[in-house]
């Protein structure tokens, strides 16, 4: 039978390509990567032993790394991995790169004909503050979208899916943490709630920012459209000023040249004299 793998699957711890669903995670990415690549953990990847399984529940319930199976209120549950991780990489900037051999096993081939299909992907298991690692999961909804054995939109996750409540990098609400799960738990709910603080008081800080910013662009604008005003009013002031009238002024001339050419009648006065000065005064002053 053909082997079920996947090709290298690569995918950034920064980039969820999600913008509706999932959690943003804010990994220590330097201590994640240190134990990718670590001796130990590249042993369990070399020898097969880094198994995946279909769905998050067995390690909610059994813990990060389940066994073989348990028992649930009575029952014994047999638990069968669904792939094992064939190749594992990180990077210095978050990208991680890996490989599945699903199993020729029921979960194995319902995983592997979904993943044919372009349904689901795989979800790492990140838990506690020191960042340790424990393989991949296959499931419906993974956090990061491009952690799939196939390319997707960007928008392909379905709208009504809760968020994650647990460090499991999966879309989806646990029903019961395993014991051993409890204080990791403790300390990423903790962590969350910095983080909160955080986020909102940066926010706080971006919409004062933001406040100032509009204020002082609204007070710029005031001050322009005073500007505008008295220029234009200025400009009003000089239009009336300028206003010149041509037909008053060839009235003048015409008045003026009829009066140089009348014919005087003659009076004889007392005083010719003083008539005779002021023509001469007239004729100055209107440059005849």
């Keep these: 039978m053909t082997k079920m793998v996947t090709p290298i699957i690569r995918y950034n711890l920064k980039e969820r390509m999600r913008r509706f669903n999932g959690t943003v995670r804010n990994f220590n990415i330097p201590k994640l990567v240190e ?12 020898l097969g032993d880094l198994h995946g399984y279909y769905g998050h ?14 028992v649930i209120d009575g029952k014994v549950i047999n638990l069968e991995p669904c792939f094992r991780t064939v190749y594992l990489k990180a990077y210095e900037d978050g990208t991680i790169e890996h490989q599945a051999e699903f199993f020729d096993n029921d979960p194995g081939r319902k995983a592997y004909a979904q993943s044919q299909e372009k349904s689901g992907g795989f979800s790492s ?16 909804f993974p956090n990061y979208s491009a952690n ?11 709208e009504n899916v809760e968020q994650v409540v647990l460090v499991l990098d999966e879309i989806e609400t646990s029903t019961g943490i395993a014991p051993e799960l409890q204080a990791d738990y403790i300390d990423y709910l903790l962590d969350s709630i910095d983080q909160l603080k955080k986020d909102k008081l940066q926010l706080l800080t971006e919409n004062k920012q933001l406040a100032d910013t509009l204020a002082e662009t609204l007070n710029h604008n005031d001050l322009l459209t005073d500007d505008v005003l008295f220029l234009q009013q200025k400009l009003v002031r000089q239009k009336e000023n300028e206003k010149f009238n041509p037909i008053d002024l060839d009235d003048a001339i015409s008045q003026a040249n009829h009066f140089k050419t009348a014919k005087i009648e003659t009076v004889e006065t007392e005083e010719p004299k003083a008539i005779t000065e002021s023509m001469k005064r007239f004729n100055q002053v209107w440059g005849f």
Excluded at 35 to 46: D, L
Aim: glycine content about 10%; overall charge neutral.
């Design 35 to 46: 134990n990718i690549n670590s001796p130990a953990m590249q042993e369990r990847v070399k």
């Design 57 to 70: 529940w067995p390690r909610t319930k059994f813990g990060a790394e389940p066994k073989e199976g348990g």
């Design 125 to 140: 298991v990140i838990l506690g503050r020191d960042h340790s690692f424990h393989g991949f999961d296959y499931v419906l």
């Design 148 to 158: 799939r054995p196939y390319s997707v939109m960007l928008d392909s996750a379905d």
